[in-house]
């Protein structure tokens, strides 16, 4: 059973770490990049180096998380992919959720860094006139739009993705399947609360989504 007084505890703890990052130079996305890539090289998976090839070819490491909401800017898919990553590690080192099922410790980096690969050629940028607050001027901002380039869902869809380069455990599968929890749509509640049931560490990676993207990456009020 999950001791769900100490999750709270655990909400209360990351709400005092709130941040918003809007802009990042390209400095900062290389300091980034260079952080996912040595995580995912530390697990040693055969055919882990030609996915990080593949995610270097690709636009994942400037790509947005989303076109208006959290991570809508440049890097923000590496920005949120991080930030689930701290956020599971903090879940899994609190003690809340059982894990024993957990057979490869290179699990908690595998299924956060990579739960949003669907997202690789999945955004298209364009620009919009925005007027500066500020001076009054009309501005061209970034605009993203949507333009998926391989129409295969979401969860199943970065499942399937890693998998053409490295094999999946069950339960990792499970954890990037459904790591939209209850946002996946109600035709597929039956099924997450199942696949939750029989591993906890899939609903441990859908909690470290929902902390980073609506407690890290929420825009801070002025």
């Known amino acids: 059973m999950l ?20 802009e990042l130079t390209d400095l900062d996305i290389q300091n980034l990049k260079n952080q996912f890539i ?45 930030n ?54 009309w501005e061209q901002v970034p605009y993203y739009t949507v333009d998926d380039k391989i129409p295969y869902g979401h969860g199943e869809k970065s499942v399937m993705m890693v998998e053409q380069y490295i094999k999946l455990l069950p339960y990792e599968r499970f954890a990037i399947r459904w790591h939209m929890g209850a946002y996946s749509g109600q035709q597929d509640w039956n099924y997450i609360g199942a696949s939750y049931d029989k591993y906890p560490f899939a609903m441990m990676l859908h909690f470290a989504d929902m902390c980073a993207t609506h407690i890290l990456e929420v825009e801070k009020e002025n």
């Not at 490491?61 to 800017?73: C, I, K, L, M």
Request: hydrophobic residues 35%.
């Open 84 to 137: 689930v990553y701290n956020e599971f590690i903090k879940l899994k080192e609190s003690g809340v959720f059982p894990l024993e099922n957990v057979k490869d410790e290179t699990s908690y980096i595998i299924c956060p860094l990579l739960h949003d690969i669907c997202k690789t050629y999945f955004y298209a940028e364009d620009t919009r006139n925005v007027k500066n607050k500020e001076t009054g001027q």
């Open 38 to 82: 040595e995580l995912l090289r530390s697990t040693k998976r055969e055919g882990i180096e030609e996915l990080i090839n593949f995610l270097e070819k690709s636009d994942f490491f400037t790509a947005p998380s989303s076109t208006r909401f959290h991570g809508a800017y440049k890097g923000g898919l590496l920005v949120h992919s991080l």
């Open 3 to 22: 001791k769900w007084l100490n999750i709270w505890d655990y909400f209360m703890m990351i709400l005092e770490d709130r941040r918003n990052i809007m």
